[in-house]
Nanobody, 124 residues
Framework: VQLQASGGGLVQAGGSLTLSCAAS????????MGWYRQAPGKQREVVAS???????NYAGSVKGRFTISRDNAKNTVYLQMNHLKPEDTAVYYC???????????????????WGQGTQVTVSS
């Protein structure tokens, strides 16, 4: 099972970016999905999360500016980021709780999986 994130880049303050993260591999089902970020010299922090039913939660610092969504048919989670600020600069990581198939066709419990991270840089 892999998570592949994309969509990061350099943007001016006030601009927008959309991140995508697609899960692939021997997936039985995906539970919660979300985004974290880690700025230089800081701890990784949660940005937003979404349940399989579409219930969302946001960090206070991004509420009203960021929107998380998912396409269950594509095993993909998105993060639409508007009104970006320099303090949003960080490496953004996607995460998903995934139950996977094994070679003997058994299904494992939900486990956390992480994407490789994508850099978002907001210039002032």
């Amino acid at each position: 099972v892999q998570l592949q994130a994309s969509g990061g880049g350099l943007v001016q303050a006030g601009g927008s970016l959309t991140l995508s993260c697609a899960a692939s591999g021997s997936i039985f089902e995906i539970h919660n999905m979300g985004w974290y970020r880690q700025a230089p010299g800081k701890q990784r922090e949660v940005v937003a999360s979404i349940t399989v039913g579409g219930i969302t939660n946001y960090a206070g610092s991004v509420k009203g500016r960021f929107t998380i969504s998912r396409d269950n048919a594509k095993n993909t989670v998105y993060l639409q980021m508007n009104h970006l600020k320099p303090e949003d600069t960080a490496v953004y990581y996607c995460t998903a709780q995934i139950r996977r198939y094994y070679d003997d066709s058994s299904v494992g419990p939900p486990r956390d999986h992480w994407g490789q991270g994508t850099q978002v840089t907001v210039s002032s």
